[in-house]
T-cell receptor
Framework: NAGVMQNPRHLVRRRGQEARLRCSPMKGHSHVYWYRQLPEEGLKFMVYLQKENIIDESGMPKERFSAEFPKEGPSILRIQQVVRGDSAAYFC???????????????FGPGTRLTVL | GENVEQHPSTLSVQEGDSAVIKCTYS??????FPWYKQELGKRPQLIID?????GEKKDQRIAVTLNKTAKHFSLHITETQPEDSAVYFC???????????FGAGTTVTVRA
């Protein structure tokens, strides 16, 4: 049973370019969460999605950032016109569906480390 | 929203000694408290969690205690080993919430 997958693991972009980060949840998981981690800091919630729905995007900047979790394929976190302050590790997590005993438990992927030059 | 504070920020212990990390939370409705271990450049890994209907949980050398009245919870690692060296994060989830609110992390160093 493969864990949460993320790609790419490392991404380098120049200021003004777009960054696309992908996340495939664990098999059987229908909830996806994105978190951002700045160097030597904790993880900050960005967005929570279920298939084809954004449930909570309260932690995501209003501009330049967007997320989706289509019916087929991975969840995508998209950052347009990146700036140096976007440099961070972006982690995706997934959890089992509601109605299961462990629906609270979030399992993390290996992260994408974004560097903006 | 939920605010989680974690102490200490760094902790150095001699191999074989115990390590204790403490966290406080602000939302009295929070009901789920996981602990994650993150090694350098790696993913956060869940090591233990506790729900608000339980006061203590133990898994081999790791234990977590929860005091709902005081709104704090602690991680205890006994008989520490060099491989316990990592950054540890506590987190809390509100009753009607989806996201985890994380503490700032504790860097644990186990000296051989």
């Amino acid at each position: 049973n493969a864990g949460v997958m993320q790609n790419p693991r490392h991404l380098v972009r120049r200021r003004g370019q777009e960054a696309r980060l992908r996340c495939s949840p664990m098999k059987g998981h229908s909830h996806v969460y994105w978190y951002r981690q700045l160097p030597e800091e904790g993880l900050k919630f960005m967005v929570y999605l279920q298939k084809e729905n954004i449930i909570d995007e309260s932690g995501m900047p209003k501009e330049r950032f967007s997320a989706e979790f289509p019916k087929e394929g991975p969840s995508i976190l998209r950052i347009q016109q990146v700036v140096r302050g976007d440099s961070a590790a972006y982690f995706c997590a997934s959890s089992p569906p509601f109605g299961t005993a462990s629906t609270d438990t979030q399992y993390f992927g290996p992260g994408t480390r974004l560097t903006v030059l | 929203g939920e605010n989680v504070e974690q102490h200490p920020s760094t902790l150095s212990v001699q191999e074989g000694d115990s390590a204790v990390i403490k966290c406080t939370y602000s939302d009295s409705a929070s009901n789920y408290f996981p602990w994650y271990k993150q090694e350098l450049g790696k993913r956060p890994q869940l090591i233990i969690d506790i729900r608000s209907n339980v006061g203590e949980k133990k898994d081999q050398r790791i234990a977590v205690t929860l005091n709902k009245t005081a709104k704090h919870f602690s991680l205890h690692i006994t008989e520490t080993q060099p491989e316990d060296s990592a950054v540890y994060f506590c987190a809390a989830k509100g009753l009607n919430d989806y996201k985890l609110s994380f503490g700032a992390g504790t860097t644990v160093t186990v000296r051989a």
